[in-house]
């Protein structure tokens, strides 16, 4: 193909990226915390300090949320300033996925490799849900990609990597490594450091810490990673050790987060993530172990970072779906070399299954939506929401159909990209339509009810609960009552800003007289049994608003 091709589909690739960001609002609670922080850095001024709701908020490095402040100063705070960091995260994996894949196994695994990321469900979702783990992933790629210019070429000889390729690996290892540190704290530099040993044992390559000069990630972690940290100790007396104790070994060896989850937890994240690819799984392991038995070093740290990924925080006391997404690039590469050299029968009978599970599943539902007896364990209620829900399902199934039938005709390449473009249907369609479910809307009405109730005086409390995407469409922080959560240490820091109980809270609301308060129900219940003087303006199952004005 032409440069003008090449480059018209790098746009419309560009387009279908990033144009959704704006076309749902933000999902409670993490894409709330995550707009929110950013937002308080610029309103305060201080991008040493994270807060949340004013109060200091040291579990996550600052990586993401410098990112996102520097998208608020240049174009405002919105939903997609607030995404763009990862969407841009997740669009520079592809890039490197398409770069490295190429320099490996040839331009067509490449770009096939880059397509099976882009089109993965997990990592695709996280591209577009304001969350840390695709910008952990993706400085973790950049490390990746460093180790993969370290080992030798899957020549079928030993070659050890040239002088450049050195230069080059050790570079991106160390920035890697330093920016995954910022991201999400010691996992940034535990993966690569485990996987590269256990790739130096299992493949006797003694040089590796030669040519990967750890001295120059030493030297990163020093310059790019150090000045915060002793920046931000030395203005908060006990942020190293609630940071690095609590934070990184408590949360992976102890239920201190309340996020236990069996050890088989993500077998059907992966399963699910990975669709469209998932039949294509047996092929993969097929080939990755066929590769490695015939000396491909690349396989074999592959095979290593993916499986490591998925163990290490299948381990982890604290387990959540997003977790597990670094892994994706690797297996996006052995899918890739996969592609570039599995029968074409084999491809279209995979996409086959991957088509004939949406239909199934779109079936399932819609057999749900039309059972006569209300099911009140079903997640999503009867109404516009599920009937989007079905029609994306079998829009997504009828594009991974016309894919597998498109193979033998076409060839691989088309095929996987028109399977890729089914899952940003399929996303496309879902992410918006869940702005409809009703917890969505309630968020939203009650912003609408009380945005008309603000004035710059107006004093905001939250009691007994805290609703962080509330807080950044608002604009407001709030004194919270009765409730402490992950604020918790914050609130120890500055115990004045948090009123104890519902008396206390009362006290206080009597002396306000312009004032807005987010309240539990059972809490407003029982201040209404005090007698407290409260206008609602809005109430829902889950919470109410009142104003004293």
């Avoid at 996303?427 to 917890?439: E, K, N, Y």
Wanted: charged share 15%.
């Amino acid at each position: 193909m032409s440069q003008r091709v090449w480059i018209a589909l790098l746009v419309g690739a560009m387009a279908l990226w990033f144009l959704p960001l704006q076309t749902y609002r933000l999902f409670n609670p993490d894409e709330g915390r995550y707009a929110e922080i950013p937002r308080e850095m610029v309103a305060s001024g201080d991008w040493v300090t994270p807060r949340l709701d004013g109060l200091k908020y040291f579990e996550k490095p600052p990586l993401q949320y410098w990112a996102t402040a520097v998208a608020y100063k240049a174009f405002g705070d919105h939903e997609w300033t607030a995404r763009l960091w990862v969407a841009l995260s997740g669009f520079l994996g592809l890039l490197i996925t398409a770069w490295i894949g190429a320099r490996l196994y040839g331009a067509q695994s490449g770009v096939l490799a880059a397509l099976v990321q882009a089109g993965s469900l997990l990592y695709l979702a996280l591209s577009r849900v304001s969350t840390l783990d695709m910008g952990l992933t993706v400085t973790l790629e950049l490390a990746l990609a460093g180790l993969l210019l370290l080992v030798p070429l899957p020549t079928g000889d030993a070659r050890a990597p040239t002088r450049g390729a050195e230069r080059l690996g050790s570079v991106l290892l160390a920035v890697g490594v330093a920016l995954a540190f910022l991201s999400k704290g010691l996992v940034g530099i535990l993966i690569p450091g485990a996987v590269a040993a256990l790739y130096m044992l299992l493949r006797r390559d003694w040089g590796l810490p030669w040519r990967a000069r750890p001295w120059w990630t030493l030297a990163a972690l020093a310059l790019i990673a150090a000045p915060w940290i002793w920046l931000v100790e030395q203005r908060n007396p006990g942020f190293m050790r609630f940071f690095f104790v609590h934070e990184q070994f408590d949360r992976f060896l102890t239920r201190v987060h309340h996020r236990y989850q069996p050890d088989w937890y993500f077998i059907p994240v992966l399963l699910g993530g990975f669709m469209p690819w998932t039949p294509l799984l047996p092929a993969i392991v097929r080939r990755c172990w066929r590769d490695i038995r015939a000396g491909d070093a690349a396989a074999l740290l592959l095979a290593i970072w993916a499986i490591f990924c998925f163990a290490f925080f299948s381990f982890s006391q604290s387990k959540l779906i997003p977790y597990i997404l670094p892994m994706f690039p690797a297996l996006a590469l052995l899918a890739g070399r996969t592609l570039g050299t599995l029968e074409q029968p084999a491809i279209r009978r995979a996409l086959a299954i991957s088509a004939a599970f949406g239909a199934a599943l779109a079936g399932l539902v819609l057999a749900l939506l039309c059972w006569p007896a209300p099911l009140n364990w079903f997640v999503i209620p009867p109404g516009p929401t599920l009937q989007l829900f079905i029609v994306a399902l079998l829009l997504a199934s009828l594009a991974a159909a016309a894919a597998a039938g498109l193979v033998i005709r076409r060839g691989p390449l088309p095929a996987v990209a028109l399977a890729a473009l089914a899952t940003a249907v399929l996303l496309g369609i879902l992410l918006p339509a869940a702005g409809q479910l009703p917890r969505q809307r309630e968020l939203q009405q009650l912003v609408a009810a009380a945005s008309g109730r603000l004035h710059a005086g107006t004093a905001v409390y939250c009691v007994d609960q805290y609703e962080q995407s509330v807080a950044f469409y608002l604009r407001r922080t709030c004194t919270l009552a009765g409730y402490r959560g992950e604020l918790d240490f914050g609130l120890n820091q500055e115990p004045a800003k948090w009123i104890a109980d519902l008396g206390g809270f009362a006290s206080r609301w009597r002396t306000e007289t312009d004032a807005l308060a987010l309240i539990r129900p059972e809490s407003y219940v029982e201040l209404q049994r005090m007698g407290l003087p409260m206008h609602v303006i809005y109430t829902a199952p889950t919470l109410v608003a009142v104003v004293r004005q």
